[in-house]
C-alpha cells in the first residue's frame, strides 16, 4: 500500500492538481487536510470516477479533513475519543477523521496552529495533542498488533534542522519546547514517526508570501506515525517537493510512505 498525506489547502480549489497526483504517484489512500468546505462541497464524485472512495468531515470554509482510498473504506469515525472542542460557545471543529482502508486504520489529522505562545489557542492545541495521545494509547493497549497511521499537518517542527532558521522562530509557536514534547509523547504511547528514516533532511511548507519557496524557507511539519506492527512494514518514504510548483499549488506537499 502507498499511503500519502497532504495538506491541501482547498480541495476545491485543487482538485484536478490532487487526481493528477493520485495518478502519477500510484497512491492507494490520500489523508487530506485543510479542504476548506462542507460535506456536500466536496467533489466527490471526482474521485469516484477515478476509482476512490472518500471519507470527509468538514464543517464550513475552514479546517476539513478527509480520505481518500482505492483499496476499501470502512469503519468511518469524525473525532477520536476526548478530542478537545473550541470556541465560545464550544463546539467540534472538524480536525480528525478515522477510517479503515485494506487492514490499515488511517487518521487524518489537522493539529490545531496555537496562533501565539499567548493565545488561549496555544493552549487548546496542547490539550488537543494530550488527547490525541490518550487515545492513540489507548488503542494499542486494546490491541497491540493493530495497525494505525496517525498522519497529518502537526504544526510542529520537532527538530531546529526543520525550520530554515531558528532565530525566526524565537518565542513563536510551532517551535515551543511544550509542543515538542507533545508531539514526542506519541513515542512514548508506542508510536514511531516513520518518514524521517528514509528521509532525513526535507520541508513539506513554504509560506506563500516573501518568496518562501523559491529561497526554500520551509518548516517541516507534515509526518507519519505507524503503531509498531505497521512501522514494522514500511519499507519506504518519500517527500514531493516538486507539488510546490506550477500553477496554484498548496503551501504544503505530499508526504508518502510505501507498506509492504
Given at each position: 500500500?502507498?499511503?500519502a498525506t497532504w495538506n491541501v489547502n482547498s480541495i476545491r480549489t485543487r482538485v484536478d492538481r490532487v487526481?493528477?497526483?493520485?495518478?502519477?504517484?500510484?497512491?492507494?489512500?490520500?489523508?487530506?487536510q485543510e479542504t476548506k468546505c462542507r460535506d456536500d462541497q466536496f467533489p466527490a464524485l471526482a474521485f469516484e470516477a477515478a476509482g476512490y472512495e472518500v471519507a470527509h468531515h468538514g464543517l464550513s470554509q475552514w479546517n476539513g479533513v478527509a480520505v481518500a482510498s482505492r483499496v476499501g473504506l470502512e469503519e468511518i469515525e469524525i473525532g477520536f475519543p476526548g478530542m478537545p472542542t473550541w470556541g465560545e460557545?464550544?463546539?467540534a471543529e472538524a480536525r480528525a477523521i478515522g477510517v479503515t482502508c485494506d487492514g490499515v486504520r488511517v487518521w487524518s489529522l489537522y493539529v490545531p496552529n496555537g496562533r501565539t505562545l499567548e493565545d488561549p489557542h496555544y493552549r487548546y492545541?496542547?490539550?488537543?495533542?494530550?488527547?490525541?495521545?490518550?487515545?492513540a494509547g489507548g488503542w494499542l493497549a486494546a490491541d497491540?498488533?493493530?495497525?494505525?497511521?496517525?498522519?497529518?499537518?502537526?504544526?510542529?517542527?520537532?527538530?531546529?534542522?526543520?525550520?530554515?532558521d531558528m532565530s525566526v522562530f524565537e518565542g513563536a509557536t510551532h517551535v515551543s519546547e511544550p509542543e515538542r514534547a507533545a508531539f514526542r509523547a506519541l513515542e512514548d504511547a508506542g508510536f514511531a514517526e516513520v518518514t524521517r528514516t528514509f528521509v532525513p533532511q526535507q520541508y513539506t511548507y513554504w509560506d506563500y508570501?516573501?518568496?518562501r519557496f523559491p529561497?526554500?524557507?520551509?518548516?517541516?511539519?507534515?509526518?507519519?506515525?505507524?503503531?509498531?506492527?505497521?512501522?514494522?512494514?514500511?519499507?519506504g518514504a518519500a517527500i514531493h517537493?516538486?507539488?510546490r510548483k506550477g500553477k496554484a499549488p498548496s503551501d504544503h506537499v505530499p508526504v508518502v510512505i510505501d507498506i509492504e
Open positions: 500500500m502507498r499511503l487526481l493528477a497526483f493520485l495518478e502519477g504517484s500510484g497512491t492507494d489512500v490520500l489523508a487530506m460557545p464550544a463546539a492545541k496542547l490539550e488537543w495533542l494530550a488527547a490525541l495521545r490518550a487515545a497491540p498488533d493493530a495497525e494505525v497511521a496517525l498522519v497529518g499537518d502537526w504544526n510542529i517542527a520537532p527538530l531546529d534542522t526543520d525550520v530554515w508570501q516573501r518568496l529561497r526554500n524557507e520551509g518548516m517541516r511539519i507534515d509526518f507519519v506515525h505507524a503503531s509498531p506492527e505497521l512501522a514494522a512494514h514500511v519499507v517537493r516538486d507539488e
